[in-house]
């Protein structure tokens, strides 16, 4: 692999997506040089945001998921509260400056699936009281009030009536919409009803790879208009049209593999974390000679400013939640590499401090407070 850029930093960077917190389920931790995200690598990589997911397969049974999300949640204050003056749990933007101050990385917890809430807008009250400020609202299959980007026959329009509701709590209660995994009608029917800006916390550009996980021009525009921001997802499946096409013919049976694991194992989320690694490692070998580099990252970063404005871009890695990255990139140490890459395609220093770090914070700030 391409040795990884070891310039310094201009500034901090803010990440909105990784998905660690499974891994701490196996038995990794916030020091474990094995994951991608891990608290040596956040600091020589000047991360000084990393939004936290904790995620829940769309498989997981109806009655337990809420508490699974509990579990998660737990798993991540335990984590944290072994490392206090590296990392904190930040709630609000005045957590994030005191961080700043201090040296700390700011954690930001977020939920992966509406199925979290159970359906019960009590339990997004109770995820909020809990520290979550954003929710991802869909996975890879739709719910009973939100529909999937996967979904081909979808059996209502975006959103439920419940689903709306959900958006106006989510904006009563100051949590960010995570409109990434939604189909294209259901961020038509967020965008109408939010009264705040949203983000695609890991999500591309579907004109440059053309995959449901992608986002149209019209949806960028509008995500965009309402003040929010895209966060780049770093997985070569939603970088590059070659790739992804191999993809499905080398690699499409190990999806529907994983898809049935997970089933089976049921309400067991150690038994489901454990199961990704191995996955990850036959993708891998599946496709390693179908490699994408870092350019292609800063290809859908440069067509999303160039569309609507270096303002409504950023980072969202997916880092720890995906089963290949581009080449030279293995852990969060790689954002040097897309910094020079900005830099050499010719970002200013303004643009680049936006992307990597303020447009986040404005969104937050709006609606975290």
Not at 3 to 23: E, F, M, R, Y
Not at 148 to 167: A, K, T, W, Y
Not at 266 to 271: E, M, P, S, V, Y
Not at 320 to 333: K, S, T, W, Y
Request: aromatic content about 8%; hydrophobic content about 45%.
């Amino acid at each position: 692999m391409k040795k990884q850029v070891p310039a310094a930093v201009a500034s901090s960077i803010c990440d909105l997506h990784c998905d660690t917190i499974g891994l701490w389920l196996t038995g990794s931790h916030l020091n474990d040089i094995r994951a991608q995200v891990n608290l040596p690598y956040l600091k020589e990589a000047g991360v000084g945001v990393q939004v936290f997911a904790c995620y829940l397969p769309p498989s997981f049974p109806p009655g337990h998921r809420f508490q699974a999300v509990e579990k998660l949640i737990d798993t991540f204050e335990a984590e944290l509260a072994r490392y206090p003056q590296q990392i904190v749990h930040c709630r609000n933007s005045e957590d994030i400056e005191v961080a700043q101050a201090k040296g700390q990385v700011a954690a930001i917890l977020a939920v992966e699936n509406g199925n979290a809430i159970e359906a019960d807008l009590k339990n997004l009250e109770k995820l909020h009281q809990r520290g979550v400020r954003l929710m991802t609202i869909i996975h890879a299959a739709s719910n009973e009030w939100c529909i999937s980007c996967n979904d081909v026959h979808p059996s209502f329009d975006g959103l439920s009536d419940f689903g709306v509701e959900v958006i106006k709590a989510m904006n009563d209660l100051g949590m960010i919409i995570d409109l990434s995994h939604s189909h294209d009608r259901t961020v038509v029917q967020v965008l109408k009803h939010s009264r705040q800006p949203v983000v695609a916390s890991h999500s591309n550009a579907w004109s440059l790879c053309r995959v449901p996980r992608n986002l149209k021009n019209e949806l960028i525009a509008a995500i965009a208009q309402g003040g929010g921001v895209i966060g780049a997802n770093l997985f070569p499946g939603f970088l590059d049209s070659a790739y992804s096409r191999a993809l499905e013919k080398r690699a499409g049976d190990l999806f529907v593999e994983l898809n049935k694991m997970e089933t089976a194992a049921g309400a067991d989320l150690a038994r489901i974390a454990q199961l990704f690694p191995e996955f990850c490692q036959r993708l891998r070998t599946a496709m390693q000679t179908q490699a994408v580099g870092v350019e292609r990252y800063v290809d859908h970063i440069q067509y999303i400013a160039d569309l609507v404005g270096s303002e409504h871009v950023a980072f969202g890695s997916d880092f720890d939640g995906v089963a290949d990255l581009p080449a030279g990139i293995d852990d969060c140490r790689g954002f040097a590499m897309v910094l020079e890459e900005m830099r050499q395609r010719g970002f200013s220093s303004v643009e680049i401090e936006a992307i990597s770090w303020s447009n986040f914070i404005r969104v937050f700030n709006a609606v975290c407070g």
